[in-house]
């Protein structure tokens, strides 16, 4: 079985590939720098899958450091977690995430050309599409173009990166993954998103106004193009994003591969607040304010090449992401 080395493996997503990893019988290392992440979400993938995974907290741009994990690792795999993620703050501080994301995936692709490591998967995002004719985003569309973030475009150079990488090295086989929007968490209620600092994406805020440390959601925006006016997302849940990368991974081939990763089904801001308020019973404190700057009325992943190639699709709904969620928050919360 493969030996997997998981950048990011303390993360949101990269903790619940890591279960799925563990669970299918691979061998898994992580590192992380823990800047957006806890320690303990070691022993909760120990707690889920009976394995522990080894954990080295160290940071991408240490290369000096990275390269003995890499060299004494023997790793079949890497999935490139580790990355800073908020839109919003890539604007104010572009050159901390030009640094972080890019230099950080050029130490690890170094680490690995070194030590001949040459399976590589990475997170990349629905957001290197920008803006396009149509609201249904496949691959084969041109990227790159009207990117609304610094952010954006370390996911966009990263993947050209690693397309020339694969171009200078035969063996070497890569994929892109393209998230659209994750959500939920682990059935166990063990794992799940827990950003540090304040949230700006929509089901972290959620979780805040239902543990009472935000008084209400504001929804940006009802005036959209839409049924209901308010934007439309594909949202997927974190337990089958993982189960995407599983499929990746028994897929690898050499060159660069490309797969959205979404549910291709739209789900608007309202259909969210109602989907949260049926599975807790409760009503969520909210109020319509201004558009924020930068969203697009709708966009949703045509999944069909995942399907096709990897024999992946979503089978986890919204409202099984809202209760997972919502069991997640009550098992932090009894803690
Ligand atoms: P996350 O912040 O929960 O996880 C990223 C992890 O990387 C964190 O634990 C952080 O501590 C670690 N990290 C950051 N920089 C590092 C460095 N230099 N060295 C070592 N560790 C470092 O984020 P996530 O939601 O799990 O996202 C994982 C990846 O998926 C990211 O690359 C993100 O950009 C991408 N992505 C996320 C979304 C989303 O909405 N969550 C959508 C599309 C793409
Ligand atoms: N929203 C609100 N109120 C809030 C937060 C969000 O109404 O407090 C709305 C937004 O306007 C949007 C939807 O909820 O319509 C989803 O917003 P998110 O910020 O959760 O997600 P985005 O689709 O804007 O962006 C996300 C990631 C990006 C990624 C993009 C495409 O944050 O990194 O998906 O994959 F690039």
Redesign the pocket.
């Known amino acids: 079985m493969k030996k997997v080395l998981v950048t990011g493996g303390t993360g949101y997503i990269g903790s619940h590939t890591a279960v799925e990893l563990l669970q299918n019988g691979y061998e898994v290392e992580i590192v992380d720098n823990l800047f957006n992440s806890k320690i303990t979400v070691v022993d909760q993938i120990e707690k889920i899958t009976g394995k522990r995974p080894v954990f080295h907290q160290v940071d991408l741009l240490d290369a000096t450091q990275l390269d003995q994990i890499v060299a004494n690792g023997h790793f079949d795999s890497v999935i490139h977690f580790a990355g800073l ?1 908020a ?1 919003g703050e890539s604007v104010e501080k572009p050159l901390d995430y030009y640094r972080n994301n890019i230099t950080g995936t050029v130490n690890l692709l170094e680490s690995m050309k070194k030590n001949g490591v040459n399976e590589f998967i990475f997170s990349s ?3 290197v599409y920008g803006v396009q004719d149509s609201p249904e985003y496949i691959e084969t569309m041109t990227t790159g173009a009207n990117i609304s973030s610094p ?2 475009r370390t996911k966009c150079f990263i993947e050209e990166i690693v397309k020339d990488y694969s171009v200078a090295n035969p063996e070497f086989k890569a994929v892109l993954l393209r ?3 994750p959500i939920g968490a682990h059935p166990s209620g063990l794992i799940g998103e827990d950003p540090n600092g304040i949230p ?4 972290p ?1 959620i979780m805040r106004v239902m543990d009472g440390r935000i008084a209400k ?5 009802d005036d959209y193009p839409t049924e209901d006016g ?2 439309r ?1 594909d949202y997927i849940h974190v337990v089958d994003l993982a189960k995407g990368h599983m499929a990746a991974l028994e897929h690898m081939q050499a060159g660069t591969q490309i797969f959205n990763l979404g549910s291709g089904k739209p789900s608007s ?1 309202k259909e969210m607040i109602a989907a949260f308020e049926k599975a807790s019973g409760e009503a969520l404190p909210c109020e319509v304010g201004p558009r ?1 700057a930068g ?1 697009l009325p709708e966009f949703w992943a045509n999944p069909s090449k995942a399907e096709r190639e990897l024999g992946w699709r979503t089978v986890l709904t919204i409202d099984d992401a809202m209760r997972d969620t919502i069991n997640y928050l009550n098992k932090v919360k009894e803690n």
Not at 217 to 221: P, R
């Open positions: 993620k839109v995002s629905a957001t952010y954006g998230y659209f929007n700006n994406n929509l089901m805020i959601l504001q929804i940006y925006g308010t934007c997302r801001v924020r969203d």
